[in-house]
């Protein structure tokens, strides 16, 4: 009885070291991507013209989907509205609050509304949690309409997304007035061996070389 205590004691502990260092690598591989990113971005600043008609409105936590929506921004000469999401901030308590809310389609955004109405295309970008678009940009979605517009969904991952989950987006932006959807992703590969920036930039231009026409 006893060694079969100390043996129970001990998977447990394993199993709470485990988890403890996968949460420090990863916080850790965050905080080290958003350092890096937040130097792309200040290198390339962010488009702006009042006269556009085109629109990309972006959430991202380590600033890999906030780069390329700037690639988009510039090709597109579109403008760039950022979602910030303080409850999933970088750091441990961020990251964990960002699992348990991934699959929930509800958040708390600044800003929650924005006029779209001189816009004819609405890009909506955020990462892929937990096979979803992550809660902020659903929750921008839910409080905002898109009557007559193109609205282009943009998702950067490092598994897979679920496909079921991007067509109850599809319905979502429809019910509130988009008039054509399509979808883009790019599959960063898992931390550790993911793709460079230019290299994920490099794939958007390869798989999303013209202007998109959704259903």
Same mark, same amino acid.
């Given at each position: 009885?006893?060694?079969?205590?100390?043996?129970?004691?001990?998977?447990?502990?394993?199993?709470?070291?485990?988890?403890?260092?996968?949460?420090?690598?990863?916080?850790?591989?965050?905080?080290?991507?958003?350092?890096?990113?937040?130097?792309?971005?200040?290198?390339?600043?962010?488009?702006?013209?009042?006269? +556009?008609? /085109?629109?990309?409105?972006?959430?991202?936590?380590?600033?890999? !989907?906030?780069? #390329?929506?700037?690639? $988009?921004? &510039?090709?597109?000469?579109?403008?760039?509205?950022?979602?910030?999401?303080?409850?999933?901030?970088?750091?441990?308590?961020?990251?964990?609050?960002?699992?348990?809310?991934?699959?929930?389609?509800?958040? +708390?955004? /600044?800003?929650?509304?924005?006029?779209?109405?001189?816009?004819? !295309?609405?890009? #909506?970008?955020?990462? $892929?949690? &937990?096979?979803?678009?992550?809660?902020?940009?659903?929750?921008?979605?839910?409080?905002?309409?898109?009557?007559?517009?193109?609205?282009?969904?943009?998702?950067?991952?490092?598994?897979?997304?679920?496909?079921?989950?991007?067509?109850?987006?599809?319905?979502?932006?429809?019910?509130?007035?988009?008039?054509?959807?399509?979808?883009?992703?790019?599959?960063?590969?898992?931390?550790?061996?993911?793709?460079?920036?230019?290299?994920?930039?490099?794939?958007?231009?390869?798989?999303?070389?013209?202007?998109?026409?959704?259903?």
């Amino acid at each position: 009885m006893k060694w079969a205590l100390i043996t129970l004691l001990g998977i447990v502990l394993l199993i709470l070291f485990s988890a403890l260092a996968v949460t420090l690598f990863v916080t850790a591989t965050e905080k080290n991507q958003h350092l890096v990113n937040s130097e792309l971005l200040r290198d390339k600043p962010t488009a702006d013209s009042h006269n +556009s008609k /085109t629109v990309v409105i972006v959430f991202s936590r380590s600033g890999n !989907t906030h780069v #390329l929506a700037n690639y $988009i921004a &510039l090709r597109y000469n579109a403008d760039v509205k950022v979602i910030s999401a303080e409850d999933y901030a970088l750091g441990i308590p961020g990251w964990i609050r960002a699992l348990y809310d991934a699959r929930r389609h509800v958040a +708390s955004i /600044t800003p929650e509304q924005l006029d779209l109405q001189q816009y004819d !295309t609405v890009y #909506l970008g955020s990462p $892929i949690w &937990l096979y979803s678009p992550a809660p902020p940009i659903w929750q921008f979605a839910k409080s905002n309409t898109f009557t007559n517009k193109n609205v282009v969904l943009f998702n950067t991952y490092n598994s897979k997304f679920e496909q079921h989950f991007i067509d109850e987006f599809k319905s979502l932006v429809k019910q509130n007035g988009a008039i054509s959807f399509s979808h883009q992703a790019i599959n960063r590969g898992r931390m550790g061996n993911q793709l460079t920036t230019q290299d994920m930039l490099d794939v958007y231009d390869q798989n999303y070389q013209e202007v998109p026409h959704g259903s």
